[in-house]
């Protein structure tokens, strides 16, 4: 049995809730499709989490509401929270209080899944990789994982601005120093 849906004109205008045809109701917009919609919903998620006190880690918050943060699995959630250099671990209410959390936050939140869009632009990862439809490269797992930051990495790698930043929020523990290698050694 087929289901159908009736589409309205008022269904087609670009303020329509067009995530209701392509997720289930318990998935919300998606940011590069319908910012102003998305922005709405974050700030309501802002809100609610701050005033009811939400303790839960921040990493398990955005991996389980996807009405808010449609699509992060795991790794996107790991990774967009390494981008905003914020512990997993975090009390979501404490990100959502504060000013300087929340805007890191609310930063890598909008700016990752532009970057992972930016991967089919820039890199040769075509939507097909020849001229039938399930031949797959067999380097595309190996293109793409350059693209991962931190998810499930034994060693990170930063750049100068990040390693900057972390050092001016003051993120590293001042007794380690950092070797050759990039770990981390005792004094």
């Known amino acids: 049995m087929a289901l159908r849906y009736a589409i309205t004109k008022a269904d087609l205008l670009p303020s329509s809730k067009i995530w209701l045809f392509l997720w289930s109701s318990k998935h919300g917009p998606v940011y590069s499709q319908e910012p102003e919609e ?4 974050l700030e309501q998620w802002r809100c609610m989490s701050a005033a009811k006190h939400d ?3 921040i990493f398990l918050a955005v991996k389980s509401e996807q009405h808010v943060f449609n699509g992060y699995g795991a790794q996107e959630t790991c990774d967009m929270l390494f981008q905003a250099l914020i512990s997993p671990l975090m009390p979501t209410y404490l990100i959502c209080q504060h000013p300087a959390l929340w805007l890191r936050f609310k930063t890598a939140v909008l700016d990752y899944p532009v970057g992972r869009l930016r991967i089919l632009q820039e890199e040769a990862l075509p939507y ?5 439809p399930f031949h797959m490269k067999r380097d595309a797992h190996y293109r793409f994982l350059k693209h991962v930051y931190s998810y499930q990495r034994k060693h990170v790698t930063v750049n100068q601005d990040m390693l900057s930043l972390i050092h001016e929020l003051d ?5 380690k120093t950092i070797a050759d ?4 050694k005792g004094q």
């Open 38 to 41: 998305y922005l709405t919903t």
């Open 55 to 57: 303790n839960t880690p």
């Open 128 to 132: 097909v990789s020849g001229l039938r």
């Open 171 to 175: 993120l590293v523990d001042p007794t």
């Open 181 to 184: 290698d990039g770990s981390e």
